[in-house]
Nanobody, 110 residues
């Protein structure tokens, strides 16, 4: 079983940046893809970005060009660099790698 620990959320002004981290432990040999999802109040959870163990990535249209997902396989950690943040990016961000992390809140507000 995989355990995931997220960090890096917080309050940021529009146009600002944050970097989220997700460290995986446990049955990590089973991890193929890792991803970030988000859930805004009153909305369904949605995929933000995903990366395979080989480094292939895909992004939600709403974050293309602003967010970058990367991973350090040696550390079993996935990152989400978020630039040019908008108020509509406000959500709880969850890491997924066959299991869910606890989530980290990102609030974009002036």
């Amino acid at each position: 079983q995989v355990q995931l620990v997220e960090s890096g959320g917080g309050l940021v002004q529009p146009g600002g940046s944050l970097r989220l981290s997700c460290a995986a432990s446990g049955s990590i040999f089973s991890i193929y893809a890792m991803g970030w999802y988000r859930q805004a109040p009153g909305k369904q959870r949605e995929l933000v970005a995903r990366i395979t163990s080989g480094g292939s990535t895909n992004y939600a249209d709403s974050v293309k060009g602003r967010f970058t997902i990367s991973r350090d396989n040696a550390k079993n950690t996935v990152y989400l660099q978020m630039n040019s943040l908008k108020p509509e990016d406000t959500a709880v961000y969850y890491c997924n790698a066959g299991a869910w992390g606890q989530g980290t809140l990102v609030t974009v507000s002036s």
